[in-house]
């Protein structure tokens, strides 16, 4: 979408005049990299399971290998993945003008890094990372007890404890990481520009950031080719994608 109609152009001239922008991400701003959403009908993940089986502490105790092969799968997609343009034009002005865009994701992938945005916020953790399900004996007797060193399985487990890894994803009913959270609200409190990109705004408490930052002053907009649960956060809508929109809106 090169934006022949100049559509874009007031946003445009909103991100060339704002000291700080934050762009809050999902799933949506993966899908052009070949990465599936969690809720689009036809490429959703969660077509056709229930999340709370695979992505949260019960499920993966009651069935760790169902759930350590569901991530095995997706850890494989990702490293397969190479950032799309909405990445990249995000990456470049981030390195352009330093300090002027926060990014904050939902997503657990590490393709904003790879395209520039080395210090982007995860609300959600790393698909990439491992850490012990329980704290492990060892690590309590203060030795450390890097997951590193547990033997191979499926999930992989600590030989002297039993302990499991697990992914360093953030499950369904776990606390965000409280330094990421409050990074993100401070972010949220502090810009005069929000654009919210591929997001269903299905999921809590990184859905509430986009009314956090119209309720301190900030011009909203959503970018995402279907309505979302959030719309109504927002003082403006771009029906759009990811890597159709950002380049245009970001070139230099
Ligand atoms: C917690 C990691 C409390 C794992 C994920 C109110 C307040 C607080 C909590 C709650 C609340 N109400 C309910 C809750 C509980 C729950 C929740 O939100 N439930 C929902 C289902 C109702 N929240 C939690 O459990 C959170 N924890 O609140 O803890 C607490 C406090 C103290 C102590 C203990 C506990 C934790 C939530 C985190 C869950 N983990 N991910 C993993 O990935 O395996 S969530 C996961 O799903 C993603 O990270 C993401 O956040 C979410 C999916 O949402 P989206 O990213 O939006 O993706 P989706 O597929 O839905 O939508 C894609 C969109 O993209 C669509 O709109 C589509 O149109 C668009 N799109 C498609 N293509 C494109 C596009 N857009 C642009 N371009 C394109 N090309």
Redesign the pocket.
């Known amino acids: 979408m090169d934006d022949p109609a100049g559509t874009l152009q007031p946003l445009r001239q909103r991100v060339c005049a704002a000291r700080h922008i934050v762009v809050l991400t ?4 993966s ?2 990299s070949g990465i599936p ?4 009908a036809l490429t ?1 993940m969660w077509a056709n399971v229930d ?1 709370m089986q ?2 949260s502490e019960a499920g993966f105790r009651a069935n760790p290998a169902r759930v350590w092969a569901w991530y095995a799968e997706r850890r494989h997609g990702v490293r397969a993945a190479q950032p799309n343009a909405g990445h990249r034009a995000l990456g470049d002005f981030a390195r352009r003008l330093p300090g002027r865009l926060t990014v904050v994701t ?3 992938d590490d393709l904003h890094q790879r395209a520039g945005n080395t210090d982007a916020i995860r609300l ?2 790393d ?1 990439l990372q491992d850490r012990w399900l329980d704290s492990c004996p060892r690590t309590m007797r203060g030795s450390t007890c890097d997951t590193a060193f547990a033997e191979p399985g499926d999930p992989p487990i600590c030989a002297e404890c039993g302990n499991r890894v697990r992914p360093g ?8 990481p409280l330094d990421a959270l409050t990074a993100a609200e401070q972010a949220a409190d502090a810009c005069d520009l929000m654009l919210v ?10 859905a509430g950031l986009a009314a956090r930052a119209r309720h301190a002053g900030a011009h909203v907009a959503i ?4 309505p ?1 649960d959030i719309d109504a956060d927002a003082h403006q809508l771009v029906r759009g ?3 159709g929109v950002l380049p245009p809106l970001f070139a230099a």
């Open positions: 999902g799933a949506g701003m899908a052009e959403t969690f809720r689009d959703g999340p695979l992505a939902q997503n657990v959600h953790g698909i994803v953030v499950w369904f009913g776990e606390a965000l990109v591929g997001t269903s705004g299905a999921v809590w408490p990184a970018v995402n080719p279907e979302s994608t990811a890597a």
